[in-house]
């Protein structure tokens, strides 16, 4: 049965995969893709659906009710898949306003306007990290979803703060809701500030490569379209009120990432350059993703090396998309961060 989804946050990198897997998998399926286009939404990136009869794009903040509500007025969605928010820690340690502004203030503007409107489901694209960090010498532990929410930074407090109002609306109001919690993503249109694409596209360039203390953190990496096949599984399938944890089990240390883009760019790794420390930085995160996978049947479908190889090959492929974003203003934030 055909469907109209709002994706929030779709100029965006997971948003913007997701645009294109559900217009792949679903002819019949009609998006409405609403993006504020901050420095991290790029029109460029939508440009292979700017045709499809099925999409729309709409410029508006998720803050700005009066274009939210005109929104559903003129679109009457059935479902809202809510990835827009600001998403860089780093960004968030240096100035927290936004995120509360966008990610919490946004996520509730928007469940106001399904509360108006009524819509099937609203679900809210989250993150590992609501649930703090784990210990190194721990490697038996996991963030389930019965772990306490216990953040670091300001925007993991803005998500988790976000994810409780969620909640809150589902018990409440009885909105029909649902919180995927995702560990780090990994991927083409990924954008240059975050640790992946900014080691291949400095490597790129033999520029330094700049590893945050020693190097010894370790993210628990997912490949985009994974994470996508996860969402299109709960939105569908998923029981209302409930949170499900996304993850493939591959912690990786950040040193040995960025050893592995150098390998394969056969790039020396005498360009790695330790430098200070991120404040508060998370020492390892890895997700227990036997929910969704007993109830949903879930499974990443994509290995670590394929996934790493195919996304440095697109940033071979599509030096232009990531070579005018490091042009721009990004450069004076580089200049200030590193
Ligand atoms: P991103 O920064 O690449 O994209 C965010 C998008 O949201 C951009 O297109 C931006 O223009 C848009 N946006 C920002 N503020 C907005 C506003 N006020 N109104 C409308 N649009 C706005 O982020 P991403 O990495 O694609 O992350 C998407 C979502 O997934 C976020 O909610 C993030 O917290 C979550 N998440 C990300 C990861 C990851 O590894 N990247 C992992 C787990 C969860
Ligand atoms: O230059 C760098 N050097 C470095 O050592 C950068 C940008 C990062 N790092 C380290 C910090 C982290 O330990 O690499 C690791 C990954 O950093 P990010 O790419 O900034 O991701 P992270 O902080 O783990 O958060 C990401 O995953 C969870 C996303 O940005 C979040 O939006 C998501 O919720």
Redesign the pocket.
Known sequence: MSKTIIV??G?????SNFIFYILKKYADYRIIC?????Y??NLSTLKPVMDNPNFRFVKA???DREAVYQLFEEEHPDIIVN?????HVDRSIEDPGIFLQ?NIM?TATLMDACRAFGIERYHQ???DEVYGDLPLDRPDLFFTEETPIHTSSPYSSS?AAADLLVLAYYRTYGLPVSISR?S??YGPYH?PEKLIPLMIANALNDKPLPVYGEGLNVRDWLYVEDHCSAIDLIIHKGRVGEVYNVGGHNEMKNIDIVKIICKALDKPESLITYVTDRKGHDMRYAIDPEKIHNELGWLPETKFEDGIKKTIDWYLNNREWWEEIISGDYQNYYEEMY
């Open positions: 929030t946050g100029a965006g990198f997971i948003g609403l993006d504020k286009l901050t991290a939404g903040d998720i803050c990835f827009a928010a600001e998403s966008t946004g694209v989250s993150t998500k995702c780090n993503n954008f």
